[in-house]
């Protein structure tokens, strides 16, 4: 257990998993991650945090790389690979605000690299030398990278205060309203520009592009209702309120974005090679 490894195994599974936006992806990073560092002389390593955090960044990226390529062929919306949390993770802020599927969305629009920079500088504030070891890039070049990434993230996602009880309580509204496929009360728990993305992958049906509108989104929730009845169950999905919905045989999680006391995006995962780790938490660090 003193192994510097097995001690930091949460934080350095965060840092990968927010650099992928994938667990089983993470967990393949860290197996490679293990093996170098087992045959590493450990007495020359005078920070093994550091040096862990910047041995997993550069085999996340690596990874992210190839990922990258990949994605552009997949079928439909992309979403992330859904963690189930403990409430606790919403305790911390920042760290449920990094890991929640609104901002892994979000970073998915960036290059592997200002990714990788944002991640490791304003989640985990780490060292623009130390990204620069990890990325491989100047000091200077990081910092360049840095300042574009934050532009773009701010402008993809302005930081909305929305507080546990407040979506907590949305949520709820939303799951009662889908369970009786009230199209009212559908459209009233809805912002009038919300944006639905579902996630199939291709291996089962889903919208293979984003709805707009709160009226669109409704009546077509609605009318899944009306094709069978829709169960849902509540869960903490990456330090948010979510639920889980079957419907017909078929099961989805489900995590929203809320604004002003309405849901902004909602974000179905269905995928059913996404949904296999929901059975225990998560333990997330940074």
Excluded: C
Aim: proline share 5%; net charge negative.
């Amino acid at each position: 257990m003193s192994d510097p490894f097995v001690v930091h195994r949460n934080l350095l599974f965060t840092v990968a998993y927010e650099l992928l936006g994938s667990a089983a992806d993470a967990e393949d990073v860290l197996q490679e991650s293990w093996l170098r560092w087992s045959e590493v002389d450990q007495s020359q390593v005078s920070e093994p945090r550091a040096y862990l955090v910047r041995t997993v960044s550069r085999q996340a990226l690596n990874r992210l790389r190839t990922l990258s390529r990949r994605r552009e062929d997949y079928v439909g919306e992309w979403l992330p690979e859904p963690l189930l949390t403990s409430p606790d993770v919403a305790e911390d802020v920042e760290l449920a605000e990094s890991v929640s599927i609104a901002m892994l969305t979000v970073l998915e629009t960036l290059g592997p690299t200002e990714r990788a920079v944002f991640v490791l500088r304003e989640v985990f504030d780490l060292s623009y030398g130390e990204i620069a070891e990890a990325t491989g890039k100047s000091t200077p070049g990081v910092r360049q990278i840095a300042k574009r990434a934050r532009e773009h993230v701010a402008a993809k996602r302005p930081r909305v205060q929305v507080s546990r009880d407040e979506q907590q309580t949305v949520v709820e509204r939303f799951q009662q309203a889908l369970r009786n496929g009230e199209l009212l009360k559908l459209m009233e728990v809805m912002a009038p520009d919300v944006v639905l993305v579902t996630d199939g992958g291709g291996v089962v049906p889903a919208a293979r592009v984003p709805i707009h509108g709160a009226e669109v989104v409704a009546k077509l929730l609605a009318r899944v209702a009306e094709l069978g009845a829709i169960s849902t169950e509540p869960l903490w999905l990456n330090g948010a309120p979510s639920f889980r919905l079957e419907s017909d045989g078929r099961g989805a999680v489900v995590s929203v974005e809320v604004a002003d006391g309405r849901i902004s995006r909602i974000f179905a995962i269905a995928n059913p090679h996404k949904l296999t780790r929901l059975d225990e938490a998560a333990e997330l660090a940074r």
